[in-house]
């Protein structure tokens, strides 16, 4: 990535896929240049913790609502402390934000940031083109880093894909630090950091956990050092067909029983710890309003997204694994996606969408309540 000074509504951009299909713009943001997998998200709100969510680390997000950037950018909504996304794609960006919160304009943030962006550009022909496509690499150019479009598709298709990409590491914390608390401290919980979010560590200290978060190298010992009641494994960006150590990692916790919680990249390591495979989804899922069944309560969820990669478990059966039986427990509606993992007969389950509720609606709030009866049980 290639940046400079900020350049909304002025220097002219052009987005190019790698299938050579092409938008012209005007460079929102940072000027320059971008590359990375173009998705897209279609929750209406929550664009700021969108943007500062690890798992959008080397992608390109393309917002389908047409107007970005009304409530501007406040210092409380960070999910973490950077933006991660490799490049921003809006149709209508605000002119002005307004809300009593807002401390700058998204425009401003993104160019303090350097993060290159593209507006003015038809966002719905370009979601259709991704759901009918796929996926697929993208780069953003503006002002001087325009070139001849056959220069510009050339770099596109030379940028790496996310297929294959083992990125936990790069968006971890490097040192461990501990989340106290709230109130009354009943259980001590590592959480194995493969790009959380700030809120995850927050929902778990206001129901009495202390969080002690690790890097996504921590091993097994690591783990239980701090003499954990529960371990959880995080949300995260890339391939999880690469991520062999955090799925060692996660089979030693299932083997001495200790309760274990994993979100969205969380899920997927529990599914290959289990023998399951994992594969790529042709545009994924992303945004605050995907329809999610609890197949354990028949209960309907309204709930957040971002992934490209999913469990490949089987949605009728019972499953043995090395750590006993396990099953399904959620599903998309949209198609059926596994979106939740179980095991049977120890204290472990998954979800493959993001409870924390940042940005997003709460129905999956009872998530928390669940790993702490799970460990209530265990010390039981």
Avoid at 97 to 113: F, G, V, Y
Avoid at 146 to 159: F, G, K, N, W, Y
Avoid at 178 to 186: D, H, L, R, S, T
Wanted: aromatic fraction near 8%; charge should be negative; glycine fraction near 10%.
């Amino acid at each position: 990535m290639t940046t400079s000074t900020r350049g909304a509504g002025k220097a002219p951009a052009v987005l190019v896929l790698e299938d050579g299909r092409i938008f012209r713009g005007r460079a929102y943001g940072a000027v320059g240049a971008t590359f990375g997998e173009a998705v897209f998200s279609t929750g209406m709100t929550g664009y700021q913790e969108t943007l500062t969510d690890p798992s959008y680390h080397r992608q390109v997000v393309v917002m389908t609502a047409p107007h970005v950037g009304n409530t501007g950018v406040n210092d409380e909504d960070m999910e973490s402390k950077r933006i991660w996304v490799s490049g921003y794609v809006v149709r209508d960006p605000a002119r002005v934000p307004s809300s009593w919160r807002s401390r700058r304009t998204l425009d401003d943030e993104l160019a303090a940031q350097g993060v290159v962006g593209i507006s003015g550009i038809d966002t719905r022909a370009l979601t259709r083109h991704l759901r009918e496509r796929g996926a697929m690499r993208v780069g953003i150019f503006s002002g001087d880093a325009i070139q001849d479009d056959a220069a510009l598709l050339a770099r596109v298709q030379e940028a790496p894909q996310m297929t294959g990409a083992d990125l936990s590491a790069e968006v971890a914390t490097t040192e461990p630090y501990v989340v106290p608390a709230i109130g009354e401290k009943k259980f001590t919980v590592a959480a194995v950091d493969l790009g959380i979010k700030g809120m995850t560590p927050h929902r778990m200290a206001e129901r009495g956990i202390e969080v002690h978060v690790l890097p996504a190298t921590a091993t097994v010992e690591d783990v239980y050092a701090v003499d954990p009641d529960g371990v959880f494994f995080s949300n995260g960006p890339g391939d999880p067909s690469t991520a062999d150590h955090p799925v060692s990692v996660m089979q030693g916790v299932l083997e001495r029983g200790t309760p274990l919680f994993g979100i969205c990249f969380g899920n997927q390591i529990l599914g290959r710890a289990l023998g399951f495979g994992t594969f790529k989804l042709k545009y994924g899922h992303r945004g605050i309003n995907q329809p999610v069944q609890d197949r354990t309560t028949g209960k309907v969820e309204v709930t957040a997204h971002n992934h490209g990669f999913a469990v490949d478990a089987p949605l009728d059966k019972v499953s043995d694994t090395p750590y006993g039986r396990a099953e399904v427990s959620h599903v998309c509606l949209n198609d059926n996606v596994v979106e939740g993992l179980q095991l049977l007969d120890k204290p472990a389950f998954s979800v493959q969408y993001h409870p924390e509720a940042a940005a997003g609606p709460h129905d999956a709030a009872y998530l928390f309540d669940r790993f702490v009866n799970l460990m209530e049980g265990q010390r039981a």
